[in-house]
């Protein structure tokens, strides 16, 4: 059963980091490329950032700069490293692999909050 579990999100002002990390079983995980999804209240589910088996990275145009994703697949974790966040930067996270599994893979994601 795949499996993905996010945590490190928190409140934090703007101009403040915060680590996340994604924990994955139930797969191969080292054989997929994964992303780091955001969901805003009201948005649509976008892809923030990527990296591929091979540790090639895709940032979005908004965040480029800013979070820089990395893997450990000996862990079978994935992070994303987030600085001088912004308000815009408030959603839900999530990860997954990219494309996403089909199917309802899910996790409850880690809830960001950039605020004063």
């Known amino acids: 059963q795949v499996q993905f579990v996010e945590s490190g999100g928190g409140l934090v002002q703007p101009g403040g980091s915060l680590r996340l990390s994604c924990a994955a079983s139930g797969t191969r995980f080292s054989i997929y490329a994964m992303g780091w999804y955001r969901q805003a209240p009201g948005k649509e589910r976008e892809l923030v950032a990527a990296?591929?088996?091979?540790?090639?990275?895709f940032y979005a145009d908004s965040v480029k700069g800013r979070f820089t994703i990395s893997r450990d697949n000996a862990k079978n974790t994935m992070y994303l490293q987030m600085i001088s966040l912004k308000p815009e930067d408030t959603a839900v996270y999530y990860c997954?692999?990219?494309?996403?599994?089909?199917?309802?893979?899910w996790g409850q994601g880690t809830r960001v909050t950039v605020s004063e």
């Open positions: 990296i591929t088996n091979g540790g090639g990275t």
């Open positions: 997954n692999a990219k494309p996403p599994f089909l199917g309802n893979y």
